[in-house]
């Protein structure tokens, strides 16, 4: 697929290091919408992009550093945590990431005095993916190259409640996992079942599998038949909808449909590697 060379960037933020991972805040909650987050080598910064729609008096995109927040080793994933609210007195800033020491470090802040962080370890391999619930903020999962999904209350520092996925096929990795908070009746092919506070894992070899997380055990499963599959994302707005990539294409499923793709189509030349 040919590549558009002449678009630019409507803005840029000038940066003291590499950039290995970038995040909008996905939770609307007054200005909490537009905050984002990206991690380098050492250090996580949040800031607040403002937009022309939302101001008449700026012109295209508005951005302001709010908190530079030293981490220490290369930061290789960001979640946002729904807790976090600028609009909130004081206001509260809460977000974990992923780090290259096999670590999960929990961040929480109200931009002023108030700036913690606790470790959370578990995983003996690296850290693919991970996030928050998105109705209370209150669990964190995460995969890894060691072939665990784990599952985790933030308000602890080790992973006490976790499940084992033993490997598929050869090659076998975890990529890409989310929550959802409502009740999802499968349809017609899946018969009685319904999914509750479950979590999804996105497999490399292509597998997309979705757990009850009481019953910590897999209840259905959607193949993209092609590999690598590396992201994967559940539609919050509409749960019956999942997309990923892999390969060179992007995937769309209905899960009250089919366990196969419902369209596929071709995105990049060189591999794609995130879907949202």
Known sequence: MKQDATRNAAYTVDCEDYVHVVEFNPFESGDSGNLIAYGGSNYVVIGLCTFQEEEADIEGIQYKTLRTFHHGVRVDGIAWSPETKLDSLPPVIKFCTSAADMKIRLFTSDLQDKNEYKVLEGHSDFINDLVFHPKEGHEIASVSDDH????VASVTTTF??????????????LSCQHFIETVVSLGPDFAGATLADGLMVAEKNGTIRFYDLMAQQAILSLQSEQTPLMSAHWCLKNTFKVG?????DWIIWDITRSSYPQET?????????LFR
């Open 265 to 273: 189509r071709p995105v990049h030349t060189d591999r794609a590697h």
């Open 148 to 151: 665990t999904c784990r599952y």
């Open 244 to 248: 990923a990539v892999a390969g060179n």
């Open 160 to 173: 006490v409640n976790y499940w084992r996925m033993l490997p598929s096929s050869a090659g076998f990795a």
